[in-house]
């Protein structure tokens, strides 16, 4: 008797877990189906003709799929300008942000020098405060020297030195963590310590550093705000302006914009997917400590 | 040059161009804010700008449309910011362990992350129009979303949970690997359920990075912008209005910008104090 109600006991266990197994699971997708609709939605209506914009029901999955869209965007709309403009600016930009913040974080992690705890207590203290606080004294130091306005060097500048105290605080605890002998050794080696920077601290740190290339690139990529207040002429805009310009004017015609937003959004997919590796490595040994 | 002498100008000389451009552009930047929020500020500077003390500040408190742009921010953030963080935790406990799909299901939830406000905001955009809006078809209702003032707030409120979950989870997940599964063990051998081991074993020693979160996520939440932006610019009447939204408009729409100053100066003093407190309470709470 005993052995049996601990048989029925067990079976019933197995059950009520592989039930519960069965709710947790589909949660969990129905949860990424949540996540992944809208981005569907997006591609397929990016590929619908105009006429099939306003059926009822709406289509998921439209029954006719056309192309023009995306050539339509680049040809008439002319969105291959917006993207240059977006790369010529994004890529310096992130360089310069990357080198200057990896010199901070290291002059702070490797040496001492007078003034170091509190010049990092004031980066520190203001992390915490919103970019909305600074963009009207900017806009004011920008605005008035007429070289910087209207001038895509302003952004590349401008966003290549932005950020820095976050960034600086988040590498200087990769930094620390480089083993001392190595650094030690390169000395000893007669290397500078330029060199004991590029040629060992940086490779050493790539994980790092990727994984604030795509903090920084998704950022200078996607920032409307600022720009929108420089770049005054239709030819030097960023795809966020020209596309937000765009939708604008001709809000209705959703396949048109989709098809130009799937276009700008492709750079940032493709490099967070190229550095995806390091992006998960990074965060997981804990790099965001506060 | 003695070797230590050396080695201080050496490290002064690696700080120099980041903390010259910080202090240019960060640091001085703040205290002008503060500066520019008591003028009736003139951009131009051969035109004067006027010294109105706290006038500005008077207006803002006078000003309804200033009200409400504060009474959304903080709804905002009040709402957006726990459904991120009990969502993304959930998920990441769930995804903790090793199961069939795991990394495809942690990079379905990431993808919002890494997509621009401003497309998702387009996306939502549509999904919530009220005529064959994506939204009204599948739950079968039939609400002007963004053109009704007491409802457009919700799609708002909707993709700032759902573009955040993401960002929540992998936090998680980073903290949930700092937990020693030894722990979970020796609890569950004294009898612990799932709830107990989550209350108090997993919680507790998740304390840095929840706290992390709630101060990343609430200075995010005050300054919510794009998605206001591109699906309301505030309207319909005001209803989405809110600080950042506001503040843009007062000072590049109307130009403004003593006034547009005293919004963000005020934003910054909410967010600064919230932060302090959120870090007290939970160092005091260990």
């Known amino acids: 008797m005993i052995k049996n109600k601990k048989v029925n006991y067990d079976v019933s266990f197995v059950l009520l877990k592989s039930v519960g197994k069965v709710v947790f699971y589909t949660v969990l997708i129905v949860g990424a189906i949540a996540m ?53 600016i994004a890529v310096p930009a992130v360089l310069i942000n990357i080198f200057l913040s990896s010199l901070t974080a290291y002059g702070f992690a490797k040496f ?47 966003d290549g030195i932005g950020g820095i105290a976050f960034n600086a605080f988040f590498l200087r605890g990769f930094f620390e963590g ?16 330029f060199q004991i920077y590029y040629k060992i601290i940086l490779p050493q740190s790539l994980p790092a550093l990727g994984t604030l290339a795509i903090f920084s690139f998704g950022g200078i990529w996607d920032d409307y705000f600022w720009p929108s207040l420089i770049l005054s002429s239709q030819s030097k805009w960023t795809l966020p302006l020209g596309i937000l310009a765009f939708q604008g ?42 | 040059m003695k070797r230590a002498t050396r080695l201080k100008v050496v490290g002064m000389l690696f700080v120099l161009p980041g903390l010259i451009s ?39 408190f006078q000003d309804p449309v200033a009200g409400t742009a504060f009474k959304n921010t903080v709804l905002y953030t009040v709402i957006t910011v726990p459904g991120q963080m009990i969502l993304g ?10 199961i069939y799909g795991q990394t495809t299901l942690r990079l379905l939830y990431y993808l919002p992350v890494v997509t621009s406000w401003i497309f998702v905001s387009l996306i939502f955009e549509y999904l919530f129009s009220g005529y064959g809006g994506l939204v009204n078809y599948i739950f079968h209702t039939n609400i002007q979303w963004l053109s009704s003032p007491s409802m457009a707030m919700v799609p708002i409120y909707v993709l700032g949970i759902w573009k955040g979950i993401g960002w929540s ?19 569950q051998i004294d009898g612990a359920n799932k709830w107990n081991l989550i209350r108090h074993i997993t919680i507790p ?27 309301t610019s505030g309207g319909p009447m005001n209803s989405t209005q809110v600080v950042s939204v506001y503040m843009f408009q007062q000072a590049f729409n109307y130009f403004n910008f003593g006034y547009g100053s005293a919004l963000s100066v005020m934003l910054f003093v909410i967010v600064f104090i919230i932060a302090q407190i959120q870090r007290r309470w939970l160092k005091s709470n260990d």
Request: with cysteine.
């Open chain 1, 36 to 88: 992944i609709i809208p981005f569907i939605y997006m591609v397929s209506t990016s590929l619908k003709p105009m006429a099939s914009l306003f059926t009822y029901p709406p289509q998921i999955f439209p029954t006719s799929i056309t192309f023009s869209n995306y050539l339509r965007m680049w040809e008439v709309f002319g969105i291959g300008r917006y993207f240059l403009n977006s790369t010529i």
């Open chain 1, 178 to 193: 480089i083993a001392k002998d190595i650094v030690d050794a390169a000395e000893i080696d007669g290397c500078s310590q």
């Open chain 2, 22 to 60: 910080y202090f240019g552009w960060t640091l001085y930047p703040i205290f002008y804010a503060f500066l520019i929020s008591l003028y009736k500020w003139n951009l131009n500077p051969e035109l004067p700008s006027k010294f109105v003390g706290l006038a500005n500040y008077i207006t803002m």
């Open chain 1, 249 to 290: 004017e001709y809000g209705v015609q959703w396949n048109l914009v989709f098809a130009a937003s799937i276009i700008a959004m492709i750079p940032t997919l493709a490099i967070y997917i190229v550095f995806q590796k390091y992006f998960v490595q990074t965060i997981s040994e804990g790099g965001l400590k506060m």
């Open chain 2, 89 to 98: 935790f959930l998920i990441a406990y769930a995804l903790n362990k090793k």
């Open chain 1, 112 to 158: 001492d020098f007078p003034g170091k705890n509190l010049f990092f207590t004031i980066l520190i203290a203001t992390l915490a405060v919103p970019g909305l606080l600074l963009v009207i004294p900017q806009f004011q130091m920008v605005s008035s020297v007429h070289f910087l306005m209207n001038n895509q060097l302003t952004i590349i500048l401008t």
């Open chain 2, 205 to 231: 020693l998740l304390r840095p990075t929840i706290m992390f979160e709630l101060v990343m996520l609430t200075i995010g939440g005050f300054n919510v912008f794009l998605s206001v932006w591109v699906m």
């Open chain 2, 169 to 187: 989870m992998l936090i998680f997940l980073a903290g949930l690997q700092g937990v020693p599964p030894s722990l979970y063990e020796a609890a």
